[in-house]
């Protein structure tokens, strides 16, 4: 991925230096010359292109911001309800993941979102342990961060 991304500001500065222009849209048509380059040329690599995993971390964040945004609303029920029926839960989250920045990433996006926190993660790295604040059902939140935050993480991460 750095190759590339490297490959490609070179391709934009030769660009830059053969239409003798130090200007930003010079270097941003070079940019782009150097994308379709790298493109046509994508069988040479042996990873995949670094574009599909910038792609795959702005939908990560976007997807971010979705849940911080809907956990948000339904932390702000839950405190404006004239009654607390909430069932609060700590359940085991078994991952699939293998890096420690992985699972420190997908720790970081649980505690950030409202209503969620990582209480500790098993020595294997295997399993966290996350408290809910209004939790129904323990097999539906497990697949809710699993198909949402694990399989995200996984998109960016994953040749």
């Known amino acids: 991925m750095a190759f590339q991304l490297l490959l ?5 500065l030769v660009w830059m230096f053969m239409s003798s222009s130090m200007s930003a849209s010079t270097f941003i048509v070079g940019y782009l010359i ?28 976007l997807l971010f911001f979705k849940e911080l945004t809907l956990s948000n609303i339904d932390v702000l029920r839950v405190v404006l309800r004239p009654k607390m029926d909430i069932q609060p839960m700590i359940f085991a989250l078994p991952t699939d993941l ?3 920045w992985e699972i420190t990433l997908l720790s970081s996006l649980i505690t950030l979102t409202p ?25 539906d939140a497990i697949d809710s961060i699993k198909n949402s935050f694990e399989k995200a993480i996984k ?3 994953r040749p």
């Open 8 to 12: 490609n500001f070179f391709i934009a």
């Open 34 to 61: 150097g994308l379709i380059l790298i493109i046509m040329m994508r069988r040479f690599f042996k990873e995949r292109l670094y574009i599909s995993r910038l792609w795959a971390t702005f939908k990560l964040t």
């Open 98 to 100: 293998e890096h420690d």
């Open 115 to 139: 209503g969620t926190i990582v209480l500790n993660v098993s020595d294997d790295q295997r399993t966290l342990y996350i408290h809910a604040i209004d939790v129904d059902d323990v097999d």
């Open 155 to 157: 998109e960016v991460s």
